[in-house]
T-cell receptor, first 115, second 113 residues
Framework: DQQVKQNSPSLSVQEGRISILNCDYT??????FLWYKKYPAEGPTFLIS?????DKNEDGRFTVFLNKSAKHLSLHIVPSQPGDSAVYFC??????????????FGKGTLLTVNP | DTAVSQTPKYLVTQMGNDKSIKCEQN?????MYWYKQDSKKFLKIMFS???????INETVPNRFSPKSPDKAHLNLHINSLELGDSAVYFC????????????FGPGTRLTVT
């Protein structure tokens, strides 16, 4: 039962353009959402987060949008740079499958930014 | 200054052996975690400790035994290794158990032959 879904396994964009990564979730108990970036042979690195009481959070080139009614969030990267090429994981935290408050990850989207 | 460190980075061993992975964080966090990333690339939580106390145990076989000697360390011991245990194991930490971002170690790639 995938509670966090990233339906695009990969995305390719040109340097300087916008990258939009999407994520859907099914559990209405999730109240905090995060994006992580992962390079090969490294651990995931925290990028940006958003609380369920907000619909937008911005940090430099990265903006996360949350649409609670649609149970959808997206990460915008503007402008995209070659160094942004990595796997991006969407994660949601909240009470899931019992009384544990925990982080649930999507499967990731491989972003390739072409020079 | 490594925030969350794990040793070893790579571990190759035979079925039936017992092995340990160590994790240390220097962030002053109260909560630590073990995650498994399997061949399908899903990152799934295995265990969580808060102030050395086990708070999450996600239906992991009891061949896996976490141990937290203090708040800064969380080790994972695996008995009688099986082929299906081959995966990348990540340690992580966070300020607390609620809505906090988690900081991950570099991972340990375990290969069981």
């Amino acid at each position: 039962d995938q509670q966090v879904k990233q339906n695009s396994p990969s995305l390719s964009v040109q340097e300087g353009r916008i990258s939009i990564l999407n994520c859907d979730y099914t559990n209405s108990m999730f109240d905090y959402f995060l994006w992580y970036k992962k390079y090969p042979a490294e651990g995931p690195t925290f990028l940006i987060s958003i609380s369920s009481i907000k619909d937008k959070n911005e940090d430099g080139r990265f903006t996360v949008f949350l649409n609670k009614s649609a149970k959808h969030l997206s990460l915008h990267i503007v402008p995209s740079q070659p160094g942004d090429s990595a796997v991006y994981f969407c994660a949601a935290s909240g009470f899931s499958g019992g009384s544990n408050y925990k982080l649930t990850f999507g499967k990731g989207t491989l972003l390739t930014v072409n020079p | 200054d490594t925030a969350v460190s794990q040793t070893p980075k790579y571990l190759v061993t035979q079925m039936g052996n017992d092995k340990s992975i160590k994790c240390e964080q220097n962030l002053g966090h109260d909560t630590m975690y073990w995650y498994k990333q399997d061949s399908k690339k899903f990152l799934k939580i295995m265990f969580s400790y808060n102030n050395k106390e086990l708070i999450i145990n996600e239906t992991v076989p009891n061949r896996f035994s976490p141990k937290s000697p203090d708040k800064a360390h969380l080790n994972l011991h695996i008995n009688s290794l099986e082929l299906g245990d081959s995966a990348v194991y990540f340690c992580a930490s966070s300020l607390g158990t609620g809505a906090y971002e988690q900081y991950f170690g570099p991972g340990t790639r375990l290969t069981v032959t």
